[in-house]
C-alpha cells in the first residue's frame, strides 16, 4: 500500500491553457473522489467515482473541467481555458469497497497544485 | 444542506497545554463526523471519525473528540500539546444516507510554542 499518489504535484501555467492532472488511488480502492482546495478554506467537493462511473458532480464543476476514470483505476481531472480563479490545490482521494457505507475513511493524496498566472 | 463550523481559525498554545479545537455542524440528522489534519505541503490525514456508537471518540496521536448531539459539536481535544502537533486541522460531515462526499469546515491552524 503506498497510498494514493497525484501527479504532477506542482503546474504553472497561463491563463487560457489547458492542464491535466493524474491521480492514482490506492490499489483495489473502487472509489475515488476529487475536491479543490483553495487557501485559508477546507477542501470542496467536486466529483466521485464508483468504479469508472461518474456518479456525482458538484456544480462547482463548470463545463470547462471533466474528470475520467476510464478503467476504474487511476482518474484525470482536465481544466480547460484555464482562468485565474481555478489556481488552487485539487487533492484526489480514494476509499475501499465494502459494506460501511458513507463512514468508510478517504485517503488522500498529496496534491497537485495549480498556478494560473 | 450540511455546513461545518470552525470557531477560531488560529489558535495557539504552550507546548504540554490543553489542546481544545471546536467544531459544529448544522443538520436536523447527525451525520458522520471527522476530524482530519494536513502537515504543511501533504494531503489530508484522518486522526478520528464518528459514525455510530460511543460518542467519545479515540484517534491517533493522542487525540479524541466528543460526539454531543444536544449541541451539534464534535470538538477535537488533546490534553498535552507536543511541537509535533502545529498543523492544520478540518472538521468535516458527512450527512447520513446516501451521500459519500466531505462537507470541510474551513479549518482551524494549531501553533504550539515552546
Known amino acids: 500500500d503506498t497510498g494514493v499518489s497525484q501527479n504532477p504535484r506542482h503546474k504553472i501555467t497561463k491563463r487560457g491553457q489547458n492542464v491535466t492532472f493524474r491521480c492514482d488511488p490506492i490499489?483495489?480502492?473502487?472509489?475515488l473522489y476529487w475536491y479543490r482546495q483553495t487557501l485559508g478554506q477546507g477542501p470542496e467537493f467536486l466529483t466521485y467515482?464508483?468504479?469508472?462511473?461518474?456518479?456525482?458532480k458538484s456544480r462547482l464543476l463548470s463545463d470547462r473541467f471533466s474528470a475520467e476514470r476510464p478503467k476504474g483505476s487511476f482518474s484525470t481531472l482536465e481544466i480547460q481555458r484555464t482562468e485565474q480563479g481555478d489556481s488552487a490545490m485539487y487533492l484526489c482521494?480514494?476509499?475501499?469497497?465494502?459494506?460501511?457505507?458513507?463512514?468508510?475513511?478517504?485517503?488522500f493524496g498529496p496534491g497537485t497544485r495549480l498556478l494560473v498566472l | 444542506a450540511q455546513s461545518v463550523t470552525q470557531l477560531g481559525s488560529h489558535v495557539s498554545v504552550s507546548e504540554g497545554a490543553l489542546v481544545l479545537l471546536r467544531c459544529n455542524y448544522s443538520?436536523?440528522?447527525?451525520?458522520?463526523l471527522f476530524w482530519y489534519v494536513q502537515y504543511p505541503n501533504q494531503g489530508l490525514q484522518l486522526l478520528l471519525k464518528?459514525?455510530?456508537?460511543?460518542?467519545l471518540v479515540k484517534g491517533i496521536n493522542g487525540f479524541e473528540a466528543e460526539f454531543k448531539k444536544s449541541e451539534t459539536s464534535f470538538h477535537l481535544t488533546k490534553p498535552s500539546a507536543h511541537m509535533s502537533d502545529a498543523a492544520e486541522y478540518f472538521c468535516?460531515?458527512?450527512?447520513?444516507?446516501?451521500?459519500?462526499?466531505?462537507?470541510f469546515g474551513s479549518g482551524t491552524q494549531l501553533t504550539v510554542l515552546p
Open positions: 467515482f464508483q468504479n469508472e462511473a461518474q456518479l456525482e
Open positions: 443538520s436536523s440528522v447527525p451525520p458522520y
Open positions: 482521494a480514494s476509499s475501499p469497497r465494502g459494506s460501511g457505507g458513507a463512514q468508510e475513511t478517504q485517503y
Open positions: 490499489s483495489e480502492h473502487n472509489r
Open positions: 468535516a460531515v458527512i450527512p447520513s444516507g446516501s451521500a459519500r462526499q466531505l462537507t
Open positions: 464518528y459514525t455510530t456508537g460511543a460518542t
